[in-house]
């Protein structure tokens, strides 16, 4: 059974960081492509951040762009993503999200396991 569990979320102020991270397990990690997502309520679920098998491939959502970063531990099992400079726009739902097939996408369509969610809020 596939289980991703994030955790690192919380309050801060506009301008701090925070670290989420995401605990894989049931899968098999080194082949599995990663990403982040946030969702505030009305508002579909949209692609953050996402990361490939080894690390060496990234891609941002042009609204993170060079405030966030993330990144992945194969050994154990763990893909984190660092915010800094954050705004309260960043305020949502921040979910890890697994993709089996080859290739990274930016759809939520195309990730098959997600985590419970971790709440980010940012206040100004």
């Known amino acids: 059974q596939v289980q991703l569990v994030e955790s690192g979320g919380g309050l801060v102020q506009a301008g701090g960081s925070l670290r989420l991270s995401c605990a894989a397990s049931?899968?098999?990690?080194?082949?599995?492509?990663m990403a982040w997502f946030r969702q505030v309520p009305g508002k579909e679920r949209e692609f953050v951040a996402g990361?490939?098998?080894?690390?060496?491939?990234?891609y941002y959502a042009d609204s993170v762009k060079g405030r966030f970063t993330i990144s992945r531990d194969n050994d154990k099992n763990m893909v984190s993503l660092q915010m800094r400079s954050l705004k309260p726009d960043d305020t949502a739902v921040y979910y890890c999200?697994?993709?089996?097939?080859?290739?990274?996408?930016?759809?939520?369509?195309?990730?098959?396991?997600w985590g419970q969610g971790t709440q980010v809020t940012v206040s100004s």
């Open positions: 999200a697994a993709r089996l097939s080859p290739g990274l996408v930016t759809g939520q369509s195309g990730y098959q396991h």
């Open positions: 990361i490939n098998w080894i690390g060496a491939s990234t």
């Open positions: 049931g899968l098999t990690f080194r082949t599995t492509i």
